[in-house]
Structures are given as structure tokens and as C-alpha cells.
């Protein structure tokens, strides 16, 4: 019997033992590749000696100091790197320990912002609906995961949501993706409007839209004209890039392929691969000159908040990415996946949609191609592919609830930045093999 509280009980888990290159091994010698990173996390893989190397070296030097009597070497240096290669103004890093409380500094910051710009009445904030944000309260309240809030919804505070940037079901019939950009835009300014402009905060949302919805990126000029609502009304833009940042689509910044810079940027997951764990949250200038102009304090932080062993990690992490020129791959190999995807599975009637960015490419599924009517979610296809990907050798991240939390399925696929073209083929294989033994065709 265990004694972990895992998340799902009455699951029966198998043993990880190893981990190599793109494989994991359980305790039965059996080897699973490791096509969705986990979840998007790990982008190098599994026992890369570089990274290894570099935690054990910090750990000869120091491991922990908290961040309230001391700052680190290792630290220092990765706020350097990301200073120089973040967008736009995006020149204070705040680390923490994962996606969640990158999230929720992002907030709080955003927050007492305002408040240090002379601005209490700002306290509202607006995300999408279908979007995915983090499992802390703050984080579950801004986010728009229906299926993860409901049962805690007596306990989460008050958030507005606007529709998702999701071309393949709601961009109509003869509408260019300029217009249909435009169409959201207007969306969120009349929201702003509604509840009025000088008590909205910020504007939240994932660069491509993660696990809930399966890689969902916007259409060409969308954020772009977000951009221009939110600087029209004083609002912040805040991009969540935990999943789809640090070259998961392709560019270290996935907001990099927009041409837009937010106000403030959260990432996680690939920042440090899976060696240690970690996240950050990236703020402009102005908001950082405010706080220090201020208070000279943000009331925030948590204990293992700049972990010096996970900032050696992450620093070696991001260099070896550079080094070896993983981003290049990165575009090619995704192109490579979507494209084999769309072609071994072209006849069957069940895949609607193989979309998404770089290395993160989403599988939606449907009852009818034509109609893009959804599955029966009695069936409960998401469980069903998950275990027989396992069966398979394969790991991957399948969801259901992808249209509104109840109703659609999809699989994300984000293999690790290191995949060669042999390792996306067989990837392909496996899931094809995997989607017509779950839904087999009629």
C-alpha cells in the first residue's frame, strides 16, 4: 500500500526507474518515449550529463540560502541571461518554484502596482475562458479551466473572462484572421468598458493556450491588438508562457513570434527542464522602478524562492539550449510532427484538427469531421488514449473538456527539444496506432 497522497488514489501507478535521452524506463525494464516532456516540462530530455553536472557542482558550493540574508552567483547569472534575451522591457526576474506561483506573483505584483501608483481602484482582472493558469487559489480564479475552479468556486475571488483566441471553432465562415483578431480585440475593450477602465488591473493570458484547450496559438496579429486595448486603457498585459515559453514553439519568448512585449511574463516548466523545480515571473522597468519608488518592498515570497541549486540547473538548462542550437530543431521538428500527424491521420474520421507551434502541437478529436460535432463525453476518450499510449510506449497528454470543461478531447504532444527526426516518426506511429485502437473507425 502506498502512503502518497496521489492525485488520482485509486490509480495504480508503475515505478519510474530511469530516465534516458527521450525515454523513461519503469520498473519492469519497459521504455515509454516521453512525447509531452510530462507536462511540457522536459525539454532536454532525461540524464543529460551537462545538467547533472552543473547541480552537483552547486551542491559542492552551496545548495539553499534563503533569499531574505543572501542572493546567490547562480541566481544572479540567470536573471542575467533572461534579463538580455526577454522582450521588450522585461528586465526584473522573480524566481520561484513552479508555474503556480509565477502566476500568483504576477498578479500581486500587478496589484500592488497600482496601488503604488497612486491607483487602488484597479483590482479587476480579465483572462479567457478555456485557459489554464494554476492550481493556487489566485491562479484557479483568474483562470478559466471550468472542470479545475467548480469545486472551489465559493472560495475564489471574483474574475472576468473573454473568449479564447480558438480559430478552428469559432473563427466563421469567410472571416480573415484579421478581422477575426479584431473581433476579440473589440471583445475585451467592451469588457473594459463595461466594468470600467479605471478598475481593471490586467489583462491575463496564455501566449499559446496549454493543456486545457491543446495548444491553441493566436492567429496573426491577435496580441498584437490586445496590446493596443490594454495600453488604450492603462491595463496590464500579463502573458502566461509556463507551458509555451522558454523554446517550446520555437523562440525562448513564445510572445518573440507576435512581436509583442507584456508588461509582465511567467514562465516555468522548460525554464528548468524537470532537473530542479522552478519558475519565474519577468516584469517590465516601470513596474519595478514603481515598487522601488515606492514601498521599495513587494509583499510577496516564498522560502526556497531563488534556489540556488535550481538556478544552476535552469542556467545550464538555457545554455546548452543556446550552445546546441535546440530552437532551430525545435521548428524544424515540430513542422516535421504536425506534418506526419496530418498525414497518417487523414482518413480517420475522429481527428477534426493538428495545430499548434513549434514542439507543442495539439490533436483535437470530434464525432464528425464536417459538422465538428464532439464525442460523447461519457466515452471518456482522454482516459481511454492516455492508457493505451502507455500500452504503447508513449507518453502524452490527453484532456477532455477542451470546448467549455465538459464537452470535447483533444492530446498535446511536446517532445523534448533533443527528438530527432527518427524519434518525431516514431512518435507519430505510436499515436496514430494509439488513436484508431481508442477510437476505431466506423
Known amino acids: 500500500m502506498t502512503h502518497i497522497f496521489h492525485r488520482n488514489p485509486r490509480q495504480q501507478l508503475d515505478f519510474a526507474v530511469r530516465g534516458e535521452g527521450i525515454r523513461l524506463f519503469d520498473q519492469h525494464g519497459k521504455a515509454y518515449i516521453d512525447a509531452s516532456g510530462g507536462a511540457a516540462v522536459s525539454c532536454l530530455g532525461h540524464g543529460h550529463p551537462d545538467i547533472i553536472e552543473a547541480i552537483k557542482r552547486q551542491l559542492d558550493q552551496i545548495a539553499y540560502a534563503h533569499s531574505s540574508f543572501f542572493t546567490t552567483q547562480a541566481a544572479e547569472e540567470l536573471a542575467d541571461f533572461l ?82 483566441c480558438y480559430p478552428y471553432r469559432d473563427q466563421q465562415a469567410g472571416e480573415t484572421a484579421e478581422h477575426y483578431a479584431q473581433r476579440l480585440a473589440d471583445e475585451l475593450d467592451a469588457k473594459i468598458r463595461e466594468l470600467g477602465p479605471e478598475k481593471v488591473a490586467a489583462f491575463l493570458a496564455e501566449t499559446v493556450v496549454g493543456a486545457t484547450a491543446g495548444a491553441l496559438a ?134 477534426g484538427d493538428v495545430r499548434g507551434r513549434g514542439l507543442f502541437v495539439g490533436v483535437e478529436f470530434v464525432k464528425d469531421k464536417e459538422s465538428k460535432e464532439v464525442l460523447d463525453p461519457a466515452l471518456q476518450v482522454h482516459v481511454k488514449l492516455k492508457k493505451q499510449g502507455m500500452a504503447n510506449g508513449l507518453m502524452m497528454y490527453p484532456m477532455g473538456g477542451t470546448i467549455d470543461g465538459v464537452h470535447g478531447n483533444h492530446a498535446l504532444l511536446a517532445p523534448p527539444f533533443i527528438s530527432t527526426p527518427e524519434d518525431i516518426s516514431e512518435i507519430v506511429a505510436r499515436f496514430s496506432d494509439a488513436v484508431r485502437q481508442t477510437i476505431p473507425i466506423a
Request: charged share 20%.
Open 218 to 351: 493566436p492567429v496573426g496579429g491577435y496580441l498584437q491588438r490586445i496590446r493596443e486595448v490594454c495600453d488604450r486603457h492603462g491595463v496590464l498585459l500579463i502573458l502566461d508562457e509556463v507551458m509555451s515559453g522558454m523554446g517550446r514553439t520555437g523562440h525562448l519568448f513564445a510572445c518573440e513570434e507576435d512581436g509583442v512585449a507584456p508588461d509582465i511574463i511567467a514562465i516555468a516548466k522548460g525554464l528548468g527542464a524537470g532537473y530542479q523545480p522552478i519558475g519565474a515571473m519577468i516584469a517590465s522597468s516601470r513596474i519595478y522602478d514603481t515598487i522601488v519608488a515606492g514601498s521599495g518592498f513587494f509583499q510577496h515570497g516564498h522560502t526556497y524562492m531563488g534556489h540556488a541549486t535550481a538556478c544552476a540547473a535552469s542556467l545550464a538548462v538555457q545554455r546548452v539550449i543556446e550552445r546546441d542550437q535546440l530552437l532551430d530543431n525545435v521548428l524544424a521538428r515540430g513542422e516535421q510532427l504536425r506534418g506526419e500527424l496530418r498525414q497518417a491521420l487523414a482518413a480517420h474520421p475522429n481527428v
Open 83 to 164: 534579463q538580455q534575451r526577454a522582450p521588450g522591457d522585461l528586465n526584473h526576474v522573480y524566481f520561484v518554484s513552479g508555474g503556480s506561483e509565477a502566476v500568483e506573483a504576477s498578479l500581486k505584483l500587478a496589484r500592488q502596482y497600482f496601488v503604488e501608483a497612486g491607483q487602488p481602484e484597479r483590482s479587476l482582472f480579465i483572462a479567457r475562458r478555456q485557459s489554464y493558469h494554476g492550481n493556487t487559489l489566485g491562479a484557479l480564479a483568474i483562470g478559466g479551466n471550468a472542470w479545475r475552479r467548480e469545486k472551489f468556486l465559493p472560495l475564489l475571488v471574483p474574475a472576468h473572462h473573454v473568449s479564447p
